[in-house]
């Protein structure tokens, strides 16, 4: 079995939505849970509203200040310290922010960035998802 870490996005606003055949959205079960909701505002600008956290203006946006590049390093540095000294298998950290569509999609991004370059002896396989990034959002 090889090691990974999965990075999930998501947006705590689609918690209790009804899914497929009744299932229910939950908070995914994660090791290491961010909750990005007051880490960084929200989205003020309108001309940016209908883009997502895939997006280079919307990435610009949420890194300009250091509060979410410095959670997201930190956040790849504790994740490779786990996986480096323990027997893990598999490592999931899961980044909530409202919609699931801005802020959490970029944060999880840039984690997964930090954790490339950590990861430069190939210990695990990195993924990374994204669950509610194009679910229609507050402002449709």
Known sequence: MSRAITIVSFGH??????????????????????????LVPALTNTALENLTGLDSPVQK????????RSLAI????????????????????????TEGRHRSVVIARHIH?????????GLYTLGVAHRDVHRPGQHR
Do not use: C, F, W, Y
Request: no cysteine; charged share 15%.
């Open 13 to 38: 606003m689609h918690t209790g939505s009804s899914v497929h055949h009744g299932t229910q959205l939950t908070v995914p079960q994660a090791d290491i849970g961010l909750d990005v909701r007051r």
């Open 61 to 68: 946006l949420v890194l300009a200040g250091p509060e979410a």
């Open 74 to 97: 930190q956040t790849a540095l504790s994740a490779h310290a786990l996986m480096d000294d323990n027997d893990l298998q598999q490592l999931t950290i899961a980044v909530g922010s």
């Open 113 to 121: 960035t930090k954790l490339a370059e950590l990861n430069i002896a």
